[in-house]
């Protein structure tokens, strides 16, 4: 579409120009500081230059003026008591002196004014103005003060005029100095300014290089810090923080692929055998339990595969869950009827107003019921499900009579595939998967799994935000 904006509207935007601009234009972080800080510096200097030599020209005027009004004031004492000469001295700071009466004749004057009709500037009688006077020896800036005075042949004009060269010279004088000290001052200031932003910046530089020389494969690697206690320092153990747990997440990556293959590798090689033996005996009966023991490798096999892909939505899912209101004490009531004849006999204890947690009530009864799973296959002869309110959170609790666990394996047993001697049988039916996936559903809900001490017996306690 045709621009339809008029032509005097528009920006100028000749090519060349807007070349030139993007190339005069500072790109650095040092460079934009250091341009930034001269011309701050340069307006501070400008502003205080023009307010010194304002400030001397007023005091060297008023100087020049009260020497001035204090020949005139001599000369009309002269003129009142009649000793008026037509010729009259000239004090120091006065270049000239002339007298007119009320018909514009000069009656007096000084030496170098003999002869000259009135210079005297237009302007109020009783005052002081400032022109350039073309008197002997050439033009020059003067400053004139009138006064009145009344003599026996009536009245008299006095107009006493003083150079103004001292004023001026001293201005000139003092800009010059003020633009040599500005230069200089702006000279120094970007040059400090340039080095200061370029050593302060040297350890970003460095931060910078390192990490775009880390790769993929070199994690371990690690950004230069420094001993200060600085922006950058911080930035540096940010940058380390962050490579640490990158390395971290790739390692448990890595172990997690290895740990899936080999949980997959063994009962797919085991299913193979017996689909080969079943195939190749000629035995119905002995096929038939072939073929059973081969349905529940492939039912294990399903399940492992469920867990996985559930372990891959919770990885994907942060903490984004869907905040739905989730009464906990309904959630393990069905939960629990649900799941129809247990092994052990299971003990419930429900508060008697609602928990209600925000959260997934899908996954929040997958983490009840793997709970409830890990403490079936381990307990010796009952389960205990409590579920306790302690101030914003919501408690819940499974507790199993089985083998307690050592202290050192209560963190063990929440890695993925992690299984402890006594539980590595494929007879138990487990996948390694069911406590690392509850602990990841309560950590998205905001919660924590642990196992805390308990005398007797084996507690897994989930604590999770309430809904106040």
């Known amino acids: ?3 339809r904006t008029p032509a005097w509207r528009r920006p100028f935007r000749h090519p060349r120009v807007a070349a030139l601009l993007d190339r005069l234009r500072p790109r650095s972080v040092r460079a934009r ?10 307006v ?3 502003v205080a230059s023009v307010a010194v030599v304002l400030l001397l020209r007023a005091n060297l005027e008023r100087t020049v003026e009260a020497d001035a009004r204090e020949q005139a004031q001599a000369v009309a004492r002269l003129a009142e008591a009649g000793r008026l000469t037509s010729r009259l001295p000239l004090d120091h700071g006065t270049d000239f002196i002339q007298v007119v009466d009320a018909g514009g004749t000069v009656v007096a004057s000084s030496q170098n004014l003999a002869g000259h009709p009135s210079v005297a500037p237009g302007g109020h009688p009783d005052g002081h103005s400032t022109l350039d006077l073309g008197a002997p020896g050439g033009r020059r800036h003067e400053r004139v003060t009138t006064m009145t005075a009344t003599t026996p042949g009536g009245p008299v004009t006095i107009h006493v005029g003083a150079s103004l060269r001292t004023a001026d010279a001293a201005e000139d004088l003092t800009t010059a100095a003020l633009a040599v000290l500005s230069s200089v001052l702006l000279l120094t200031v970007g040059t400090l300014t340039w080095r200061a932003t370029g050593r302060a910046l040297r350890p970003v530089e460095a931060i910078r290089a390192e990490v775009a020389a880390i ?3 070199e994690l371990n690697r ?6 200060s206690d600085d922006e950058i320092a911080r930035l540096a153990g940010t940058m380390n923080a962050m490579l640490e747990r990158l390395e971290a997440a790739g390692a448990r990556q890595r172990r997690f692929i290895a740990d899936a293959s080999h949980e997959l590798r063994s009962p797919l090689t085991v299913l193979r055998t017996q689909l080969e033996v079943a195939l190749a005996h000629p035995d119905p009966d002995v096929r038939a339990d072939l073929v059973a023991g081969a349905l529940e490798d492939t039912d294990r096999l399903q399940a492992l595969a469920a867990d996985l892909l559930l372990l891959a939505r919770l990885d994907a899912a942060g903490h984004d869950w869907p905040e739905e209101a989730v009464d906990l004490a309904q959630l393990v009531h069905t939960t629990i009827a649900a799941r129809g004849v247990e092994p052990h006999p299971v003990t419930v204890h429900l508060p008697e107003a609602a928990v209600t947690v925000p959260g997934n009530p899908l996954w929040l009864g997958r983490l009840l019921t793997n709970l409830l799973d890990n403490a079936q296959r381990h307990a010796r002869r009952s389960v205990a499900v409590r579920l306790d309110i302690d101030q914003d959170r919501a408690v819940l609790d499974v507790t199993n009579d089985g083998p307690p666990i050592e202290p050192a394996d209560r963190e063990k047993i929440f890695e993925r595939f992690a299984r402890l001697d006594d539980a590595r049988s494929r007879d138990d039916g487990g996948t390694g998967l069911g406590l690392p996936i509850a602990r990841d559903i309560a950590a998205i809900h905001g919660g924590t799994l642990a196992v805390p001490e308990t005398a007797g017996v084996t507690t897994f306690r989930a604590r999770l935000p309430r809904t106040v």
Request: hydrophobic share 50%; net charge negative; with cysteine.
């Open 222 to 227: 690690r950004v230069p810090e420094h001993g």
């Open 1 to 3: 579409m045709a621009d």
């Open 33 to 42: 500081t250091t341009l930034a800080a001269c011309a701050s510096v340069a």
């Open 215 to 217: 790769g993929d494969r």
């Open 44 to 46: 501070v200097l400008a």
